[in-house]
């Protein structure tokens, strides 16, 4: 049986030389390697091939591993091999080798061991390059030699500046001359005792106790390094491979703080160019933004335009429908059906029979096709009665001047509440009816109707009497409830060929809101006239004046005089078309007293509206001054006092 070959560094019993040879290499060759720029070791060529890739691409130094076949030994015997471990850095300080060169250099320190025999006729070298050093290690022998050269003791002895308790691994260097290593009894010894002698069996078995307990690998827990896929058991050696991480992360952000700061967002950028064009985007976003928020803007002011407007329309709707419904233009019918609908409540009420109401409704068809009104709310005489009563009574008055003969018209169930103006307009009609000098201006003597009044002054429209009131309405006032103020009055009689005019007392001349110049004119008004030739006036007069038409906010009166008390102040008598007949008619009787005549009296207290207009007719107009007078109405313009 041949004898059992055993590894005087670990203890292993191999039974030939080729696999002794295999062993070596194996568990010592590649176990001793190191890395030259840090303190890993214990793994494989490729791995630390990796490891410096990895950890150390930016750190200057190129490692490279060559192996090539140099021949062929003996037969049964493996291919001759020549390994070389080639390490490049710049700045290296120093070079070592295997033969004992000392002042070895930490980026550059290597361990490695060589076997030679004679039948493989195996070479394994080592070369360290740097700037300017070199070593090599040539060993050739036979197969009963082990040639091994070793670092020098101050590299032996080397210690890492992190871990002061730090030994290198007897599997990271070569042994030194204070530990031979035997190889079934072949001693290697530093260079100067190269030569291999055979001990006895009892000589080498204290070395191989010896050598195996300083050779044996300790059993130490596997440590990862966090930064990379590497695994250490010890945990030193992990801790000087994670401060070069930390190195490398330094200097990476150290070249990347000197870089172009962007002074817009800090960003650091590698050269000007790249600078350039992130600034530009910042610019281009900007613009956006800006001109997105200019948009926005417009959008909001645009629906905020259109939503007042829409709120304006809806609010001017509602206000002309109102208007509308106070002027009788929202379409409730007119004369006629206002007054069907107040006889058919009468009906359903109780207080008209049916009868009655057929009766009353073919009297006023009846009435509304001749066109003249049918008298029932006239009264008549009351100029008459108002003289005999100033000439009985009104001791405290100094003079009357009163207004010619005149009726009074109330507003009846057909026109109730819209139909002022054409009851004034009827008073004043029936004024003028009873004058000499106007009755040229008339076909007939009758008062015309409601609804015929409507008609007659469509018809002045259409002669081209006040066009900007005919388009307020839309020409057409027949079948309606509008009212009519001092300008519709105005046209009326134009039409009919008298002059009139239009007084405007836009604002206050007195205190209290009062307009003592509105009485002052309407006295000289009446007074004019009725002092021509005489020397003395009497107390009360009754002129040949007809009535003033008085008109102010949402209501029209007719004046029909005027009292002048002795101690100067002025009082208007009016016939309101608001009064009933009944009280009218009472003003007839001949013991009628001065609390009677409350409701005709009207003081400047009792007139204080903002504005009052007042339409006075004043003669007949030629044929020539009518068609001025209607050319001057497409501009119709007031007297305005003051």
Not at 575 to 600: I, K, N, S, W
């Amino acid at each position: 049986m041949a004898a059992m070959l055993t590894c005087e560094i670990c203890g292993e019993d191999v039974p030939s030389e080729a696999e002794m040879r295999s062993h070596l290499l194996l568990s010592h060759l590649e176990a001793q390697v190191r890395c030259p720029l840090c303190s890993l070791a214990g793994v494989s060529y490729d791995e630390l091939q990796l490891h410096i890739n990895t950890a150390h691409a930016e750190g200057g130094a190129l490692l490279q591993w060559k192996c090539t076949s140099i021949g062929t030994g003996q037969t049964g015997a493996g291919p001759d091999l020549k390994c070389s471990l080639v390490i490049s850095n710049k700045g290296a300080r120093g070079a070592s080798s295997c033969n004992g060169a000392t002042n070895m250099d930490r980026s550059n320190r290597v361990a490695c061991a060589a076997v030679s025999d004679d039948t493989a006729n195996e070479e394994c070298s080592v070369r360290v390059a740097g700037n300017g050093a070199s070593g090599g290690l040539s060993n050739e022998g036979s197969s009963d030699r082990v040639a091994s050269e070793g670092i020098s003791d101050k590299a032996a002895d080397w210690q890492p500046g992190v871990c002061p308790g730090y030994r290198p691994s007897p599997r990271a260097v070569c042994l030194s001359h204070q530990n031979k290593t035997r190889v079934n009894g072949h001693a290697c010894t530093p260079q100067g005792d190269s030569v291999c002698t055979r001990n006895s069996g009892a000589d080498q078995e204290p070395v191989k106790t010896k050598h195996k307990r300083l050779s044996s690998p300790r059993k130490e827990k596997l440590l990862p390094c966090p930064m990379c896929s590497l695994v250490f058991s010890d945990c030193f050696i992990l801790q000087e491979h994670v401060e070069l991480h930390l190195q490398e992360k330094d200097v990476i952000e150290g070249d990347r703080a000197q870089g172009h700061k962007c002074p817009l967002c800090s960003l650091s950028c590698s050269d000007s160019s790249s600078l350039q064009l992130h600034v530009e985007l910042h610019l281009e976003a900007g613009t956006e933004s800006t001109r997105s928020d200019l948009q926005l803007a417009r959008r909001l002011q645009q629906e905020e335009d259109e939503r007042r407007k829409a709120e304006e329309a809806k609010r001017e709707a509602e206000e002309f429908k109102k208007l509308q419904k106070q002027f009788g233009l929202d379409g409730r019918g007119g004369y006629r059906r206002q007054i069907e609908r107040n006889m058919e409540k009468a009906v359903s009420r109780g207080h008209m029979v049916p009868a009655e109401f057929h009766r009353k409704r073919a009297e006023v068809m009846e009435s509304l096709a001749s066109g003249v009104d049918d008298g029932r709310t006239r009264t008549s005489g009351l100029m008459a009665a108002l003289y005999e009563y100033y000439q009985r009574e009104g001791s405290d008055t100094a003079h009357v001047w009163l207004s010619s003969e005149t009726d009074h018209y109330s507003s009846s169930d057909g026109d109730r509440g819209w139909g002022c103006g054409y009851r004034n307009f009827q008073m004043l009609l029936s004024s003028l009816h009873k004058m000499e000098v106007y009755k040229g201006c008339f076909t007939d003597g009758t008062v015309p109707s409601i609804p015929r009044v409507q008609a007659l002054l469509e018809e002045a429209w259409k002669q081209g009497v006040d066009p900007q009131g005919a388009s307020h309405f839309s020409r057409k006032l027949q079948g309606s409830s509008a009212w009519i103020g001092a300008t519709e009055i105005y046209s009326l009689f134009t039409s009919f060929g008298v002059r009139a005019r239009i007084v405007d007392f836009h604002q206050p001349t007195g205190s209290g809101n009062t307009h003592p110049r509105l009485f002052e004119w309407v006295k000289r008004y009446f007074s004019t006239s009725a002092c021509r030739g005489a020397r003395l006036p009497p107390r009360v007069m009754q002129t040949m004046q007809p009535p003033i038409y008085l008109q102010h906010q949402g209501h029209s009166r007719s004046i029909v005089g005027v009292e002048q008390r002795k101690n100067g102040s002025l009082c208007l008598l009016i016939f309101d078309p608001g009064c009933p007949p009944g009280d009218m008619r009472r003003l007839l009787a001949r013991d009628v007293t001065g609390t009677g005549l409350r409701h005709l009296r009207k003081h400047p207290g009792g007139l204080k509206h903002t504005q009052y207009q007042i339409v006075a007719v004043d003669g007949v107009l030629s044929p020539e001054e009518k068609q001025t007078r209607i050319v001057n109405s497409r501009n119709l313009r007031a007297e305005r006092v003051p």
